[in-house]
């Protein structure tokens, strides 16, 4: 009767004690993953959701037993102007949206375009975490990083101009456009981008605002003549989250999902390629450039931004002007 030796069931008591210890590590640790849904206001097809399904990809196999991201759709599962409402309420736990998409949060989201520094500077100069502040107090979001800069938006035309007054002409809009296209004398319909190339088929629109890059992910150079150089503004693609869902992290997810999020910044050096690329596949297909000589192209440069800061400032008297010098060069 071995088992009644002293020693046996000290032995019995300690693989009792080392299975416990096992699995009473293993339960809470299977517990630790947390799965979060993102959605994109963009379109899944387009090349932001194919550059950030890149980074999920990684995101998901490095991060296995911790954090986990749920890539749940685009617009179709989410319209795209809501995407804000449902970060802010956790309908889902991230979005992929320019801040256009969301001034029914907030008018501040939109001021994100007037950013003259690099994500890289803002996280060094206090703009990141001034905008964090705001994020978290009017929206509820923790304003994760940066995915989309140095992208200027333009204006696209099937109608010639020759000087920068778009008088009598239908002009697809978000709000980013919406006070500098008006100033210009434009009248202004807003859309989201799904709905831009039936309203050009159509002739609803005689064009559209855009950044450098991306139309052809919708097939709008099918209906697009001319763009308009220069670019003006940088747009601003940026993933954000519920606040509560990231208060709920452990530091351990939190630390994970900041060396990811600064790694997808950290390649940010692509879309200066894409604006080259981007430009020659324009021309390729046959969209013309409408430019103005020096004087305008500064002018016009130049109004966009002073009437970029001035909508926001009026807007937002309290945020406007602290960002305002924040976010200048
Ligand atoms: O034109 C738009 O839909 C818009 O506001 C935008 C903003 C950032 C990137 C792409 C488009």
């Known amino acids: 009767m071995n088992s009644f030796r002293p020693d046996a069931i000290l032995r019995k008591l300690a693989c009792v004690a080392l299975f416990a210890a096992a699995t009473g590590?293993?339960?809470?640790?299977?517990a630790q993953e947390t799965t979060l849904r993102l959605v994109s206001a963009f379109a899944e097809n387009g090349y932001y959701v194919l550059h950030l399904q890149k980074w999920i990809t990684k995101f998901n196999a490095e991060g296995r037993g911790n954090l986990q991201i749920n890539f749940i759709g685009g617009p179709k599962a989410i319209p795209t102007f809501e995407?804000?409402?449902?970060?802010?309420?956790?309908?889902?736990?991230?979005?992929?949206?320019?801040g256009a998409?969301?001034?029914?949060?907030?008018?501040?989201?939109?001021?994100?375009?007037?950013?003259?520094?690099?994500?890289a500077e803002q996280r060094k100069n206090g703009a990141f975490n001034y905008i964090n502040q705001v994020w978290n107090q009017k929206a509820n979001m923790q304003y994760l990083g940066r995915m989309v800069e140095n992208q200027p938006f333009h204006l696209y035309l099937n109608k010639k101009i020759d000087k920068p007054d778009l008088t009598g002409l239908k002009i697809r809009i978000t709000p980013v456009y919406r006070d500098f296209f008006q100033a210009l004398g434009a009248n202004v319909i807003t859309t989201p981008?799904?709905?831009?190339?039936?309203?050009?088929?159509r002739g609803v629109v005689d064009g559209y605002g855009w950044p450098i890059g991306g139309i052809f992910d919708l097939n709008w150079q099918e209906k697009t003549k001319f763009r308009v150089d220069p670019g003006f503004y940088d747009a601003e693609v940026s993933l954000v989250m519920n606040l509560d869902a990231y208060k709920k992290l452990s530091p351990k997810q939190r630390d994970y999902l900041q060396k990811q999020v600064l790694f997808l910044e950290g390649e940010n050096s692509i879309w200066a390629t894409y604006t080259?690329?981007?430009?020659?596949?324009?021309?390729?297909?046959?969209?013309?450039?409408?430019?103005?000589?020096?004087?305008?192209?500064?002018?016009?440069?130049?109004?966009?931004?002073?009437?970029?800061?001035?909508?926001?400032?009026?807007?937002?008297?309290?945020?406007?002007?602290?960002?305002?010098?924040?976010?200048?060069?």
Do not use: C
């Open 276 to 329: 080259t690329d981007e430009t020659a596949r324009q021309a390729k297909a046959g969209i013309q450039t409408v430019s103005f000589d020096a004087a305008q192209s500064k002018a016009y440069r130049e109004k966009a931004y002073d009437i970029g800061w001035a909508s926001a400032i009026k807007a937002s008297p309290e945020h406007g002007p602290k960002m305002k010098a924040l976010f200048s060069k």
């Open 25 to 30: 590590i293993s339960l809470p640790a299977q």
């Open 83 to 98: 995407v804000g409402n449902a970060v802010k309420t956790g309908v889902v736990d991230i979005g992929l949206s320019t």
């Open 193 to 201: 981008p799904g709905e831009v190339y039936t309203a050009l088929e």
């Open 101 to 119: 998409f969301y001034t029914n949060v907030m008018p501040e989201a939109d001021f994100l375009k007037l950013t003259q520094i690099s994500v």
